[in-house]
């Protein structure tokens, strides 16, 4: 082959257009691209094989065999040459590419099949669940960076939950919707009917990113710091567009917030980024005062522990590239072999957070700067009922409107009303919060008893009812074959009984989740209850383990177990008379979860006792 300097400028402009129009025939083929142009080019992550680079100096062949395959087969071969056994998931990914599945899940649907086998968790990466035995159905999760929804994309997914699931949505717990009850042959229909909207959620389930949270009020907020959902987006695609991180060894939470009044609960993420400000009495040469995001790793509260802050400071536009590298260095180390421990909090407990840090910066080629948390101011506490009520935004005469959703179920029918209602009286944009709710923004002050009414009318609520505002709920035994207990419609129940019964002044966040997995983050709940089985009698019927101090934000703290299980008969008077201890004998201004951790949990039980036949 001729040396680079043989190259003339018109036989470089020559050789770059054959490349060009090569490689428009070999992508359809399936083939190795050979040039650096618009349709794939030679980067890390591309597809393997030589390639024809034309730079400055001329023309080369370099070897870019580095395709996403190769990092995730590289990843496992570490555990199998240490003689190790993969998780069957690993295998599953290791002998099928789940993205190479679409004409095989048409041809399922066309034959009204559910998958079957490894093809259950395959089809995980397409957002499909096959929910079976609990509900003998697809539940479809969606992708909606940072909550941020149109109406008419609002009203398009309860057109698809009506014409492909069970006519409601479900809001969920990272600011996000899921669809259920889906027939076989609806499945891809329904994908297809997504991405009309413009809404692509691959990755949304499985060992990926899942759905990117936060500040729910982003632009809108009077207090916050800085807008975060430019920030969620830019990550939302950066994942959707990057096919090495669709080869984690198990699930990633990432979460931006802005020091707004509505918590993300950036704590309970894989990565979270909080925003702090350098004022000018703490600035210098290398750090300007102004606005920074604190880094902080390795929280999954279902396994009792929050992320914890690394010292490193970040600008704006560092955040995706530092979370680029930290997905990078996990899908690198993450265990293979042991599901449980799979998740990033375990490689930091092995490696420690230094250890770990290096690596992230010997992926980004620099160092990171490390701040002395004296130098930088947090952002003021949340306003706990924020996320529901009437607010005033940042902009003159605007406001937002939070509503309730009990446990995080809305009709269609009820959907599609709030979407019509964001047009009529706002800008056509619904904002989902991680509190299993949805706020209206931009509402004239005109507006907002006409607003209230139709909320009303439409079968939903407005007001901070201090039972509902708080409550969250998982999708328990009716959806899940995970959940031991029936959590949505058994906090349905506790909501009504505690309502007619106690009259809160304050907020009271009451978390049931159905298993281990925690997906309504039981652990920082006031109270918080895990599903169980409960001995009663000859029969084990459905309970709950019982925590109860839990906390987030600047009242961060993990729930005492109360009890390790009560059956669910047992605890509405239970939770009544805690509550209602707690009115009698708190001090001035404290919380419940300040009254609980203040008491020995014996001087609590002894206050439930006679009403609960425990274990």
């Given amino acids: 082959m001729a040396s680079e300097k043989e190259f003339t400028e018109s036989q470089k402009n020559f050789l770059q257009g054959f490349a060009m129009g090569s490689d428009v025939a070999r992508k359809v083929q399936g083939l190795p691209i050979i040039s650096n142009s618009g349709i794939a080019g030679v980067q890390r992550g591309g597809p393997p094989g030589l390639a024809l680079e034309l730079g400055p100096q001329g023309a080369k062949i370099t070897d870019s065999s580095s395709s996403p395959e190769d990092v995730q087969t590289v990843a496992q071969n570490q555990f199998l040459n240490a003689g190790k056994k993969l998780s069957k998931e690993e295998k599953a990914k290791r002998e099928k590419d789940p993205f190479s599945m679409w004409a095989e899940m048409r041809e399922a649907a066309a034959e009204d099949k559910y998958p079957k086998g490894d093809d259950v968790f395959l089809y995980k990466f397409h957002g499909l669940f096959y929910v079976a035995p609990?509900?003998?159905?697809?539940?479809?999760?969606?992708?909606?960076?940072?909550?941020?929804?149109?109406?008419?994309?609002?009203?398009?997914?309860?057109?698809?939950?009506?014409?492909?699931?069970?006519?409601?949505?479900?809001?969920?717990?990272?600011?996000?919707?899921?669809?259920?009850?889906?027939?076989?042959?609806?499945?891809?229909?329904?994908?297809?009917?997504?991405?009309?909207?413009?809404?692509?959620?691959?990755?949304?389930?499985?060992?990926?990113?899942?759905?990117?949270?936060?500040?729910?009020?982003?632009?809108?907020?009077?207090?916050?710091?800085?807008?975060?959902?430019?920030?969620?987006?830019?990550?939302?695609?950066?994942?959707?567009?990057?096919?090495?991180?669709?080869?984690?060894?198990?699930?990633?939470?990432?979460?931006?917030?802005?020091?707004?009044?509505?918590?993300?609960?950036?704590?309970?993420?894989?990565?979270?980024?909080?925003?702090?400000?350098?004022?000018?009495?703490?600035?210098?040469?290398?750090?300007?005062?102004?606005?920074?995001?604190?880094?902080?790793?390795?929280?999954?509260?279902?396994?009792?522990?929050?992320?914890?802050?690394?010292?490193?400071?970040?600008?704006?536009?560092?955040?995706?590239?530092?979370?680029?590298?930290?997905?990078?260095?996990?899908?690198?180390?993450?265990?293979?072999?042991?599901?449980?421990?799979?998740?990033?909090?375990?490689?930091?407990?092995?490696?420690?957070?230094?250890k770990f840090l290096k690596a992230v910066e010997e992926e980004m080629g620099r160092t990171l700067p490390r701040v002395e948390s004296e130098r930088f101011v947090d952002p003021l506490p949340p306003d706990r009922w924020a996320h529901v009520g009437v607010h005033p935004q940042k902009q003159d005469n605007k406001y937002y409107v939070g509503v309730i959703f009990p446990v995080g179920r809305s009709t269609s029918n009820q959907t599609r009303g709030l979407a019509r209602i964001a047009e009529k009286y706002g800008s056509g944009r619904i904002r989902l919060t991680v509190w299993q709710n949805l706020i209206l923004p931009d509402i004239d002050e005109a507006d907002l008893e006409a607003v209230k009414q139709e909320i009303v009318d439409l079968g939903l609520d407005w007001s901070a009812?201090?039972?509902?505002?708080?409550?969250?709920?998982?999708?328990?035994?009716?959806?899940?074959?995970?959940?031991?207990?029936?959590?949505?419609?058994?906090?349905?129940?506790?909501?009504?009984?505690?309502?007619?019964?106690?009259?809160?002044?304050?907020?009271?966040?009451?978390?049931?989740?159905?298993?281990?997995?925690?997906?309504?983050?039981?652990?920082?709940?006031?109270?918080?209850?895990?599903?169980?089985?409960?001995?009663?009698?000859?029969?084990?019927?459905?309970?709950?383990?019982?925590?109860?101090?839990?906390?987030?934000?600047?009242?961060?703290?993990?729930?005492?177990?109360?009890?390790?299980?009560?059956?669910?008969?047992?605890i509405p008077p239970l939770i009544e008379r805690l509550l209602q201890y707690y009115l009698d004998q708190r001090e001035s201004g404290e919380t419940f979860a300040q009254f609980a951790n203040r008491h020995e949990l014996e001087d609590l039980r002894s206050i439930v006792e006679p009403l609960v036949h425990a274990t």
């Fill in 134 to 354: 609990n509900q003998n159905s697809f539940m479809c999760r969606l992708r909606i960076a940072g909550g941020d929804l149109s109406s008419w994309q609002l009203r398009g997914v309860a057109d698809l939950a009506d014409r492909c699931g069970g006519g409601y949505v479900d809001l969920t717990t990272r600011a996000n919707l899921q669809i259920r009850e889906i027939p076989a042959s609806r499945g891809c229909e329904l994908l297809e009917g997504l991405v009309d909207l413009g809404l692509v959620n691959k990755g949304s389930g499985a060992d990926n990113v899942r759905n990117i949270t936060c500040s729910a009020t982003s632009g809108i907020d009077p207090r916050e710091l800085c807008e975060t959902l430019p920030l969620a987006k830019a990550m939302h695609h950066h994942i959707l567009n990057t096919r090495d991180l669709y080869r984690l060894p198990r699930k990633f939470n990432i979460s931006f917030d802005g020091g707004g009044e509505i918590p993300t609960l950036d704590e309970t993420n894989d990565l979270a980024f909080q925003a702090v400000t350098v004022t000018e009495e703490f600035a210098s040469e290398e750090l300007p005062a102004g606005v920074y995001f604190r880094l902080a790793l390795g929280g999954i509260t279902g396994h009792e522990d929050f992320a914890r802050s690394t010292g490193v400071l970040l600008r704006h536009e560092d955040c995706v590239p530092v979370a680029d590298a930290v997905l990078r260095v996990f899908l690198r180390s993450g265990d293979r072999t042991d599901r449980e421990k799979a998740r990033l909090k375990y490689v930091l407990d092995d490696w420690g957070f230094e």
């Fill in 465 to 570: 009812s201090s039972i509902r505002s708080g409550l969250v709920a998982c999708t328990g035994n009716k959806g899940c074959k995970f959940a031991a207990a029936d959590t949505k419609g058994q906090a349905m129940y506790l909501a009504n009984y505690l309502e007619e019964r106690i009259d809160l002044d304050v907020p009271i966040n009451l978390h049931f989740t159905g298993c281990p997995n925690s997906c309504a983050q039981h652990y920082i709940g006031d109270i918080g209850m895990r599903g169980t089985k409960v001995e009663e009698g000859e029969e084990m019927v459905e309970g709950y383990e019982i925590v109860v101090g839990g906390g987030y934000s600047f009242a961060q703290a993990i729930g005492r177990q109360l009890y390790a299980g009560v059956a669910f008969s047992d």
